[in-house]
């Protein structure tokens, strides 16, 4: 079975910089290094899995300081490794203005992105904010895909303040809202939106142009009612992403299987639904 990770970080280190003071806080919060590793072992870890994945840059130069994982830099890594890499999702700081704007265009003219990655935990911003329409109507025109974080997240957790992040900025709403707003737009929600997994299903089943993807989470933390949803009502919208590099392979895959699915809905979580909707 074809296995499309649509949401794989680079996990180098100029990805971990990119994400100024919350590398250091997540290191803390998860007791475990968060340093990033060479290129060339992300890929031989790829590729040992039976992954194909779709990378994610990352900016959020503005608020915090950290220079990204630049659109060229993922883009560049894709073609590097053309058959482990399938795409690549860019990502632009929305507090840059116009200039967020040209590197959008730039980005689809020179980089090929799928779509564009947005974080608004970390980049202290909500998709629905008024803020952000002309960037999304941008999207809607060049016929990007617009994938949102959802739910709450490690960066930050368990300091003071959470480093000045709100995590409602990520609630399942704002995505409703968006969708409303863009019907055009393709939507992929990233993670399972906890602790609004139920908010999260609502706005999946009701927004046609609104899909799931449920990485970074642990299969066998999903809640119980997400678990029966994922082999019936939400069979055609949920896909597989691992988040790398928050969740060793090897468990990701053992605690999918162990969830005891059938072929069927393997294959449209794996790969079918991301073909259909994506193109990949």
Known sequence: MRRLDLHFYPGTPTWVRSQGPFAKALAEYWN????????????????????????????????????????????????????VFVGAWGAVDPFKGEDALREVERAVREDGILGLHFHPIMGRYRVDSDELQPLFALMRDLGLVAMVDVGTTGMGAGLPGGLGSLIENAHPLAIDRLAAEFPELTIIASHPGWPWVDEMTAVALHKGNVFWELSGWAPKYFSPQLKVDIRARLQDKIMFGSDHPSIPFDRLLREWDELGYSDTVMNKVFHENAERVLGI
């Open 32 to 83: 475990k290094p968060w340093d990033g590793r060479p290129e060339s072992d992300v890929v031989a870890d790829a590729r040992a899995a039976g992954l194909q994945a779709v990378l994610v840059a990352f900016d959020i130069e503005s608020i915090h300081g950290a220079p990204p994982m630049t659109n060229q830099e993922v883009a560049a890594m894709r073609d590097r490794h053309p058959d």
